[in-house]
């Protein structure tokens, strides 16, 4: 087989490191950025942070270096042309390696708030009990078993597998089901319940006894069924009651907690604090935006760096050690350069992006009023500012803004839209808002249906099907019709 040679031409389009870690930091909120920053402080001590009085080591005083270096024991102050770096030129020709991070240098610190756990909270009381040995142990397991919620979602004869199993406690299910019910003594009222009829019931059974309380037992041991589906005639035939009787019972029902566990268990979990990106104020009848301070740092190139540079030109010797000195000095200071530039452009881009977003739902940030939000989507923006969609949508994702109305997600003001009968394209968002009102002003006693709420929606111009009312219904997170019932 002969060998042959051949030319072949092909476009291809690669993003460069510094593309790649710009887009990172665009789409970083607040804290997440600061992190970053803080990271980046730590890794290049080229960059400093405050302001920088002297200004010539300001930013532009530093520009890239491509000289190509040998590996001689000495080398001529030529060879490291330091005055590149100290030039005004205002377009930098640079290329450097992003080395100092990689795609899984994401900051995982995340904090957590300290206290007694909800399992030891629950052995703590254990202990107050008179067990012995064996019956300590269930116990304990059991007290395990339990999750955040405050159930136990296992059955008894798996817990009575794995104790033999992982415990070498041998026992049968009767004998776990007597220590369950010991456990299900504990605080908070409900806790170690394998289900929700459960749950409720043991809650019911620790309050003190009245006619409503009785009924509410009676309710939830021997009708549970017709009560999760609202079935109110079915259950006044089956008790013997009127509708009072009824809907004091219900009334005691609804007192009760669903997730025993839930408000004990959350001292443990994730802190979430919201740092709002942006902020925008009415100032005299006009919109004003302003960028989160945190996201503006100021950054300059250590002014220690530059004097390595400048005491390195004067020296009339250059050994080896110098010249490592000097190519480490390199790379960080393009590094520098690059991150304090790529902040600047982070700072813009969010700016811009934002300002397009106001002045697009300006009705809507002058009013609060959410059927006042137009139509949006990311290439409106993207066509605004002249930027990429995917750009417009790093900023959206996960960013939010302070308004007069309370802190926002910015991609919340993004929706599709639909033609009311007037040929008007108007936002889901109002429809959906319309949708809530709608129902909150119902006759709870005879919740509207699908097919009602459209045609009340056609009715107010907004021509939409009854599958589309019942997409929007459950987007919102509300119930059916049959679920929303009252007494």
Not at 270 to 287: C, S, T, Y
Not at 311 to 326: L, M
Request: aromatic share 8%; with cysteine; proline share 3%.
């Amino acid at each position: 087989m002969a060998l042959k040679q051949f030319l072949q031409f092909k476009l291809s389009q690669k993003l460069s490191p510094q593309q790649i870690q710009l887009m990172k930091l665009i789409q970083l909120p607040t804290q997440a950025f600061e992190q970053r920053l803080k990271q980046e402080l730590e890794e290049n001590p080229a960059l400093d942070t405050g302001k920088d009085t002297n200004t010539e080591d300001s930013l532009d005083e530093f520009d890239n270096s491509t000289d190509d270096y040998e590996d001689n024991d000495v080398i001529d102050a030529e060879d490291i042309n330091v005055d590149e770096y100290l030039s005004d030129d205002e377009i930098p020709d640079y290329r450097t390696q992003a080395n100092n991070y990689s795609s899984d240098d994401d900051e995982k610190q995340i904090p957590y708030a300290s206290g007694t756990t909800f399992t030891q909270h629950l052995i703590n009381q254990l202990n107050t009990f008179r067990l012995d040995e064996q019956e300590e142990e269930v116990a304990y397991f059991l007290v395990g078993s339990v999750d955040d919620s405050g159930y136990i979602r296992r059955s008894l004869s798996d817990i009575t597998d794995d104790l033999a199993f992982t415990q070498n406690v041998y026992t049968t299910e009767e004998e776990v089901e007597k220590i369950l019910h010991i456990v299900q003594q504990l605080d908070p009222p409900g806790v170690a319940a394998r289900n929700l009829q459960e749950c409720l019931s043991i809650q019911l059974h620790r309050k003190p006894k009245t006619e409503s309380i009785e009924l509410a037992i009676s309710i939830i041991d021997d009708a549970f069924e017709h009560f999760t589906k609202k079935h109110y005639k079915k259950l006044m035939q089956k008790f013997n009651i009127n509708e009072d009787q009824l809907r004091d019972a219900v009334e005691e029902i609804e007192r009760l907690n669903p997730k025993p566990g839930g408000t004990y268990a959350g001292n443990n979990r994730i802190i979430e604090h919201i740092v709002p990106d942006f902020a925008i104020r009415i100032v005299d009848g006009e919109l004003e935006l302003t960028l989160n301070g945190r996201n503006a740092p100021e950054l300059h190139v250590s002014k220690e760096y530059s004097n390595m540079l400048k005491a390195y030109k004067a020296s009339k010797e250059k050994s080896k050690s110098q010249k490592d000195a000097v190519l480490f000095i390199k790379q960080k200071l393009d590094a520098a350069k690059w991150f304090i530039e790529a902040v600047q452009q982070r700072q813009q881009t969010l700016f811009v992006t934002m300002s397009a977003i106001m002045n697009y739902q300006k009705e809507y940030f002058l009013t609060g009023d959410e059927r006042k939000l137009r139509p949006m989507i990311l290439k409106d923006i993207a066509d605004e500012i002249d930027m990429d969609v995917s750009t417009v949508s790093r900023v959206a994702n996960s960013k939010y803004v302070d308004t007069p109305y309370g802190t926002k997600l910015i991609k919340e003001f993004f929706s599709e839209s639909m033609t009311n009968d007037q040929g008007e394209e108007v936002s889901t968002r109002e429809i959906k808002k319309i949708l809530e009102t709608v129902i909150e002003e119902e006759n709870k006693k005879k919740p509207l249906t699908d097919e009602a709420l459209s045609k009340i929606l056609k009715e107010k111009g907004y021509p939409i099907a009854r599958r589309t009312v019942a997409k929007y219904r459950e987007q919102l997170d509300i119930p059916v019709a049959r679920l929303r019932k009252k007494i």
